[in-house]
């Protein structure tokens, strides 16, 4: 969906060290963005942070959201050791991340995180979806590939449940790099997403959801991604981090 107001999602990975630091974190963010909403600039923030502090942290919330980095793909019963996405929805947890690389590259397979995004989406929890591909070719094959995988991972998807569903292109030879992908090379994959994802499940269906990026996106880039690179939103790790630069980024996103 074409949203008014860009999502900025920051991924705190596995920081800070501990709830105090994350506390604090948060209660000056929340006093940067109430000295930004006197400039009139109304900032939204989404932070997806180490399960074990989310729920402590959501009480310090007024202009932003609190989510989790990925949830099981399990329902109510008797497996120990393990949450289920409506048990994370029924805490104040509003959002999760979900197919991020890193999980991925621990083992996570496309049937998992499909079965993942239907219990997400059913629990009404806004879906950041993670797809993005490991390296480019000349041919543009990568292209056919995220869109391989994203007509896998939404195969059995109820598509009614479509707009709390958010795309995140990472490429993963962007994350954790120096650079970013360039809004050009961003734009692109973001066209052949869209088409994709019409071609799947219907245009009326596939405008609802809305596409963000991730990878090195940095306060000098950020803006540039919402202009030029098609994208509806930031996926933010490096930069949702850092008190200074989150809340610069935030500001000039939100900046008329
Ligand atoms: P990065 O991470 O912004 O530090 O590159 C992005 C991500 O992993 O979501």
Redesign the pocket.
């Known amino acids: 969906m074409k949203r008014t107001k860009p999502l900025i999602v920051g ?1 705190w ?1 596995t920081t800070p060290a501990n709830l105090k630091e994350a506390i604090n974190f948060v209660k000056s963010l929340e006093k940067k963005l109430t000295a930004l909403k006197k400039k009139s600039i109304n900032a939204y923030y989404f932070l997806a942070v180490p399960d074990i502090f989310a729920t402590s942290l959501i009480p310090f919330t007024k202009y932003g959201e609190i989510g989790t980095q990925n949830i099981n793909g399990t329902t109510l019963g008797q497996e120990t050791g393990i949450t289920t996405p409506s048990m994370v929805a029924s805490t104040g947890i509003t959002f999760t ?1 979900l197919g ?3 999980v991925r590259a621990r083992g996570e397979d496309l049937h998992t995180l499909s079965q993942k995004v239907t219990l997400s989406l059913k629990a009404k929890l806004l879906t950041v979806l ?1 797809v993005g591909e490991s390296e480019r070719d000349k041919e543009g094959n990568y292209l056919h590939e995220l869109e391989n995988d994203l007509k896998e991972i939404l195969a059995n998807v109820d598509r009614a449940l479509f707009s709390n569903l958010v795309i ?1 292109y ?1 490429p993963i030879w ?4 120096p650079v ?1 992908a360039t809004t050009e090379e961003c734009f692109e994959v973001v066209i052949s997403l869209r088409r994709a994802l019409a071609t799947l499940v219907g245009i009326e269906h596939a405008k609802k959801v809305s596409i963000i990026y ?4 940095t306060e000098d880039t950020a803006k540039s991604f919402l202009i030029d690179g098609g994208v509806d939103g930031l ?6 981090q850092e008190l200074k630069t989150f809340t610069t980024i935030l500001e000039s996103c939100f900046k008329n």
């Open positions: 991924n990975k991340i991020h690389s890193e993670c995140a990472e962007a994350i954790g790099a970013p991730g990878g090195a996106v996926l933010l790790g490096r930069a949702s």
